[in-house]
């Protein structure tokens, strides 16, 4: 059996008095898509940012890849380096669409004709290919996301956590998104995205993990490796 990417136990997160996640137990596979589905203020974005080691949790434990995570700066920094956390409204900086992708390559030293090639890979993956020379300030809410999308691509990041990727954006993003998002899981990453909609998970065959209050709703939240993605599959395999 293969090591899960995530394991969490009696984890607490707290914003003062306030409840941001309480989730008991929770395990995350490597290479798999989950989707955590739950209302405004249910925790999903808390959630996230434990996951990508920004939200240190007051209790419990986290261990990635089978190793329990050690909330020393110089030790939890490194882990952070192997996740990329895409915000629902993520930054562009200012300058061309190229150096924003080439962000997290220029920070590792990679070498410019190296640099180029991946920045070019990344926007043609994610449906904009010739955009390098673009405003990134002038983007649509669509193609702003996308380019996030290709900025963590080009970090070649294990995993990806998705707030809400395919939230007010146009059909056409929508839909690259989504079979985007499918690709890369059936590829071996391991992605964690956030919805208000659970059918993304029939649709994208992945598992659902619902939350309530900032915890974990174990009778709603069920595998979706369902009905409809193996109809989905069939149907792609006699088309």
């Given at each position: 059996?293969?090591?899960?990417?995530?394991?969490?136990?009696?984890?607490?997160?707290?914003?003062?008095?306030?409840?941001?996640?309480?989730?008991?137990?929770?395990?995350?596979?490597?290479?798999?898509?989950?989707?955590?589905?739950?209302?405004?203020?249910?925790?999903?974005?808390?959630l996230?940012?434990?996951?990508?080691?920004l939200?240190k949790?007051?209790?419990?434990?986290?261990?990635?890849?089978?190793?329990?995570?050690?909330?020393?700066?110089?030790?939890?920094s490194?882990?952070?380096?192997?996740?990329?956390?895409?915000?629902?409204?993520?930054?562009?900086f200012?300058?061309?669409?190229?150096?924003n992708?080439?962000?997290?390559?220029?920070?590792?030293?990679?070498?410019?004709?190296?640099?180029?090639?991946?920045?070019?890979?990344?926007?043609?993956?994610?449906?904009?290919?010739?955009?390098?020379?673009?405003?990134?300030?002038r983007l649509?809410?669509?193609?702003?996301?996308?380019?996030?999308?290709?900025?963590?691509?080009?970090?070649?990041s294990?995993?990806?956590?998705?707030?809400?990727?395919?939230?007010?954006v146009?059909?056409?993003?929508?839909?690259?998104?989504?079979?985007?998002?499918?690709?890369?899981?059936?590829?071996?990453?391991?992605?964690v995205m956030?919805?208000?909609?659970?059918?993304?998970?029939?649709?994208?065959?992945?598992?659902?993990?619902?939350?309530?209050d900032?915890?974990?709703?174990?009778?709603?939240?069920?595998?979706?490796?369902?009905?409809?993605?193996?109809?989905?599959?069939?149907?792609?395999?006699?088309?």
């Open positions: 059996m293969s090591i899960p990417k995530y394991q969490l136990s009696s984890i607490r997160v707290l914003y003062g008095d306030t409840l941001g996640v309480a989730v008991d137990k929770l395990t995350i596979v490597a290479g798999g898509l989950h989707v955590v589905v739950g209302s405004n203020g249910s925790g999903k974005s808390t996230l940012g434990v996951l990508a080691f939200n949790p007051e209790h419990g434990e986290i261990s990635f890849d089978g190793v329990p995570v050690e909330w020393e700066s110089g030790k939890y490194l882990l952070r380096k192997r996740v990329t956390l895409l915000h629902q409204n993520p930054y562009m200012s300058g061309t669409v190229a150096a992708v080439a962000f997290g390559l220029v920070a590792r030293n990679i070498g410019k004709k190296d640099t180029r090639s991946v920045v070019r890979e990344s926007l043609e993956r994610v449906g904009l290919p010739g955009f390098e020379p673009r405003n990134a300030k649509s809410g669509g193609e702003t996301r996308r380019v996030a999308l290709a900025r963590a691509l080009a970090c070649n294990e995993v990806l956590l998705l707030d809400e990727p395919l939230a007010h146009d059909r056409t993003s929508a839909t690259l998104l989504e079979n985007l998002v499918a690709t890369l899981a059936s590829g071996g990453i391991t992605i956030s919805s208000h909609d659970e059918r993304w998970g029939a649709r994208l065959g992945g598992k659902v993990i619902h939350l309530e900032g915890k974990l709703d174990p009778a709603a939240g069920q595998s979706l490796y369902n009905e409809f993605s193996r109809c989905h599959g069939r149907d792609n395999a006699n088309s």
